[in-house]
């Protein structure tokens, strides 16, 4: 019966039977350890208090669904003793005729809600004081070198009196001489001393006490001094009668606690030392199809699935080695051969020297949140595929409609290439007449020569920026200068703008910090934006057209360009919807460009906006964080 009781206060959670309206009439050690109050405390509905206000609704309603048949694994927070809440997971099960057993499980760790354990930096001074019991310090043949205050207190002497005392100043005459003996026999054989024994009290009373001395060694194996631990069992001796009559109702509710850790909803099991699996509860037995026998030593392994088997059994190990509490997450096997997801938890049971007694634990099927979490791996993946095949659609869909603009601006295109050549023909019929006169002019015939060559690389950059946009390249992220960038867009665009009858007017910032992009894709942003400010010109008749085009830092330290019109405008109300895919108030064109404008900056990590002039026109803008001082 203890043993089962013992299985019941070791489990890594809080067990508990009730009545079927949430009155409880029995909690484990648990509730005491985590909450730090009182097993009395949570008798009838007092361990309500502990959850935490917003999740009590929500679990006084799974708990009714759970009592009237419905298999429910309810969650809620329940505070610590130092006011901590955490999050548990909480099912029940019949027990008998109205009695309802269930078990709180800590789930915290796995709801991503990490926690800071409390650190404590006590010097050893205040940790001997802390323990409550006589400690003392003896050096290796016995005599006094200090003890903590409960020493002091009891005895009622300073610790240079206590140095001068003999033991029988201390002891009770009876247990003198086996005191004695066991002392020296101790000293003499360097093994740990243990005894019973009265000791005297400053009011001259006495009271037992259990002693133990531990020998401390240096790294060759010499005692260097004895630590002596004396805890008052006094009371214990006093009442032992009232334990016995303890022990025996503890045995009277033997059948009770038995049917109490069979209806606990979640595997039970204890182990030896060596890991030798002694028990399971009947939950293991009917979830796995073995029995008990069948289970015991490492008989249970055999439900383990072959690729956790292996694994498992090395934490297993590393567990028995350590000495520590420790959990593992493994597949198990049903009697009717499918596998489910488990947590394994394992605690250790120590004895007052800290070795371990034995070993409990506690499996939680925890197979729905792991096919959560396959499920939501499954999606993120697909996600980033569908991430990854539209930005190809993107970059695609960027290089037509770059294409399509540098097309519909064909002819001054033509007009800025055509230029320096016809300047280097000229150029060079020029020089050759003045190297075939008598004399030559070769000083004049140098300066024509050096205008052919400025033409020549006059051509060679419209070229080379024709081809830079044409290019179906990857995107290529570097420093950009935006001043620059538009310059060479402009440079181009020359001749369509004069073709319009459109005078332009560049305004731009000294000094512009660069910005992080694709050359290329800004400078098609910005070729469509002054393309759009041309044509809403067009119709315009009655004043001239005026095109600005500036650069600037706005209060967010990120680098704008604008380009501003004093055209026909548009509707306040379409300021958004123009950048929509396909919507477009001309006669021509797929409306695809502006949305492939703001797909690029945000893509850049910026902004593209619209806005109506308080004149004549809209301006059209967009920003981009700055990445260093400087142009």
Known sequence: MSNQLSVVDALPGVAFTAQGDGRVDFVSQGWTTYTGRSAADAHGRGWQSAVHPDDLPAL??????????????????????????????????????????GLFSDIDDYRGVPTAPLAADLDLRTIIDCIPALVAFMTPDGALECVNCHNLDYLGATLEELKQWTVGATVHPDDLPGVINAWMHAVRTEQPYRNELRLRRADGAYHWFAARALPMRDTVGRITRWVLISVDIDEQKRDKALIAQALAEVSASEDRLSNI???????????????????????????????????????????????????????WGA?????????????????????????????????????????????????????????????????????????????????LARVASLGAVTASIAHEVNQPLAGIITNASTCLRMLGADPPNVTGALETARRTIRDGNRAADVINRLRALFSKKTITIEDVDLNEAAREVIAMLLGELQ?????????????????????????????????????????????????????????????????????????????????????????????????????????????????????????????????????
Request: hydrophobic residues 40%.
């Open 60 to 101: 006084l309603t799974g708990w009714n669904a759970g009592v009237n048949g419905t298999a429910v694994d309810i969650q809620a927070r329940l505070r610590r003793f130092d006011g901590v809440y955490r999050w548990f997971v909480l099912r029940l099960n019949p027990l008998a005729e109205g009695q309802w057993c």
């Open 261 to 315: 850790i069979n209806a606990i909803p979640g595997f039970v099991w204890s182990a030896a030392p060596d890991g030798s699996v002694g028990f399971v509860n009947q939950r293991w037995c009917d979830y796995t199809g073995m029995s008990l026998d069948e289970a015991r030593g490492i008989g249970w392994a055999r439900s383990v699935h072959p690729e956790d088997a292996a694994p498992l059994a090395e934490y």
């Open 319 to 399: 567990l028995l080695q350590s000495g520590e509490a420790g959990e593992y997450e493994a597949r198990l096997r049903r009697f009717d051969g499918h596998y489910r997801w488990f947590l394994v938890r394992a605690v250790p049971q120590r004895d007052e020297w800290g070795a371990v007694m034995r070993w409990y634990g506690e499996n939680t099927d925890i197979e729905d949140r792991k096919q959560a979490e396959m499920l939501a791996a499954s999606i993120a993946i697909e996600r980033q595929q569908s991430e990854e095949t539209l930005d190809k659609v993107r970059s695609e869909l960027a290089h």
């Open 499 to 631: 073709r319009n009858g459109v005078a332009l007017q560049p305004d731009f910032t000294d000094d512009l910090p660069a910005v992080r992009g694709d050359r290329v894709q800004l400078q098609q942003v910005i070729l469509n934006l002054i393309l759009n400010a041309t044509e809403a010109m067009n119709t315009m008749t009655g004043r001239a057209r005026h095109l600005q085009v500036s650069t600037g830092l706005n209060e967010h330290q990120g680098v704008y360009l604008a380009v501003t019109d004093n055209g026909s405008g548009f509707d306040p109300l379409d300021a958004e919807r123009m950048f929509t895919a396909f919507y477009t108030t001309k006669h021509a064109g797929m409306g695809i460009g502006l949305s492939i404008s703001r797909s690029i900056i945000e893509r850049h990590a910026g902004v593209l906006s619209a806005a109506v002039n308080d004149g004549p026109g809209a301006t059209f803008q967009f920003s981009i964080p700055a990445t260093r001082e400087g142009s």
